[in-house]
């Protein structure tokens, strides 16, 4: 069975299409020729776990949603990937994650395999308790799938330290063990410093090496408008992050709506941030900041847009980080019309691929730095499982290294992803002449081969 005799799996077929013509067009598969065959078998997933997950909500009722973890491939290490609570989450969403896991983790060097898992679960106006009594029962299962040498999983869309943290304490209580099991775990046992904001701050790191590449390293950040899409933890410290390196935001949104600057000046505070932030582990919407006084008076607020196509002024960094598909082709095109440079995704394929063939073509038609140059997010966004396993390293060393030491090693991973991403593409994509080298095929490869070479030393694929 191939990925492509599965229509009713729109994303994952999206995800596995988005791969598989990149390794086409690249000279990989005229040079080895036997890497088709890994393709196919690291298309399908190892093994797919589904439960039933009954829980109790504030009324007494009994409430029903639907667990899953997909183990997709351990060749690299233990299954390693995050869970996702959203209303959304079906197998088909969580097949495109774990293959993009697949891959995002072989670029951070690391050892992990790649996994993802989730529920139909919607945390949004479910009360501390609810939350608690859905993530128990959700773990009772899945304490029976994972451990700290077999699976490994994480956060994602709706999973925040919280969330983790009552994981945690039913996975121990059940096996009776203290293991790393699970990363972005609270400082005090066993989470690494650093990880809430790898992310966000992994994709700037990301960028700054784009942006130096491209301008032959006259530019930096700083100075430079970025658009942000999201508010979770991805956009929160990417937005810091920008700050901190002297750029703007000029943008944030979750799924209700947009929220920007109203003027071609200034950017969102630190403060202002950490308001969008708080409001949000109360998972409270932006629309009830943006109509107080300080806000209303600086941004404007849109109900059910995304920021693409509303910014007041130039954009000369665009960072998807809210969730999938949440850039069209259209409006790939309004980013490169409003001055847009480069485009990473911190969340996970963020672009439709219509988009990417906008990017990608215009990054073809154009001499170096007048090119949009596209960063998939299994390259860009990689800091984020690169520190969680830095987190398993720590457990399973009983250590704990400091935030400098965590810090360090992100900026090295992310650095490395780039130029892993650079040189792959330089060594098996042709560009036109004087264009930059596409860094979607470049990670695609990089990642892909790492994988395909140890599956075929294992014996999966011959
Ligand atoms: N959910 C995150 C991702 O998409 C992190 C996964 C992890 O830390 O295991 O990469």
Redesign the pocket.
């Known amino acids: 069975m191939t990925a492509q005799n599965l229509p009713h799996e729109p994303e994952f077929e999206q995800a596995y299409k988005e791969l598989a013509s990149t390794l086409e067009n690249s000279t990989l598969f005229q040079k080895k020729p036997e890497f088709r065959k890994a393709l196919q078998v690291v298309s399908v997933p190892e093994r797919v776990i589904q439960f039933r997950v009954v829980w109790e909500d504030d009324q007494g009722n009994v409430q029903i949603n639907r667990g899953f973890r997909v183990q997709f491939n351990s060749a690299l290490g233990p299954y390693?990937?995050?869970l996702r609570f959203h209303p959304s989450v079906n197998l088909s969403i969580l097949k495109f994650?774990g293959f993009e896991?697949i891959f995002?983790n072989a670029l951070t060097g690391l050892n992990m395999g790649g996994g993802k898992g989730g529920s139909d679960f919607d945390p949004k106006g479910k009360s501390d308790n609810e939350i608690r009594r859905f993530c128990v029962s959700f773990m009772t299962e899945l304490c029976k799938h994972i451990g700290q040498d077999t699976d490994?999983?994480?956060?994602?869309i709706g999973v925040t330290g919280r969330e983790v943290g009552f994981m945690f304490g039913q996975y121990k209580k059940i096996r009776n063990q203290w293991e790393g099991v699970l990363?972005?775990k609270g400082g005090s046992w066993g989470g690494s410093l650093i990880r809430p904001e790898a992310?966000g701050y992994g994709v700037v790191y990301y960028v700054e090496h784009m942006i130096k590449h491209a301008s032959g390293g006259k530019e930096s950040f700083a100075g430079k408008r970025v658009a942000i899409s999201g508010s979770g933890n991805v956009a929160q410290y990417a937005a810091l992050k920008v700050i901190e390196l002297g750029g703007s935001v000029i943008s944030l949104s979750d799924s209700q709506g947009a929220l920007l600057l109203n003027s071609e000046e200034g950017s969102f505070t630190p403060e202002e941030i950490n308001q969008i932030a708080a409001i949000k582990v109360e998972r409270k919407q932006i629309s009830e900041l943006a109509s107080t006084s300080a806000f209303a008076s600086k941004f404007k607020y849109i109900p059910g847009a995304r920021p693409w196509t509303n910014v007041t002024g130039r954009i000369d960094v665009a960072l998807p980080s809210a969730t999938q598909n949440e850039v069209s082709g259209d409006e790939a095109k309004a980013l490169i019309a409003a001055g847009c440079k480069f485009i990473a995704e911190g969340s996970?394929m963020g672009s439709t691929q219509d988009a990417i063939d906008v990017f990608e073509a215009h990054r073809e038609a154009n001499a170096g730095a007048s090119a949009i140059w596209y960063a998939p997010g299994k390259a860009a966004?990689?800091g984020?499982?690169a520190v969680?396993g830095l987190e398993m390293a720590q457990n399973s060393a009983r250590v704990n290294w400091t935030s400098e030491e965590v810090d360090s090693r992100l900026k090295g991973i992310m650095e490395d992803c780039f130029k892993n991403g650079l040189a792959t593409a330089q060594e098996y994509v042709t560009p036109a002449a004087g264009s930059l080298p596409s860094l979607v095929a470049g990670s695609n490869i990089a990642g892909f081969t790492k994988v395909a070479e140890a599956m075929k030393d294992h014996g999966d694929w011959w």
Not at 152 to 156: E, F, L, R
Request: glycine letters at 24%; proline letters at 5%; charged letters at 15%.
């Open positions: 390693k990937g995050g994650l896991q995002k490994v999983p994480a956060g994602d990363t972005g992310t996970n966004n990689a984020g499982v969680s």
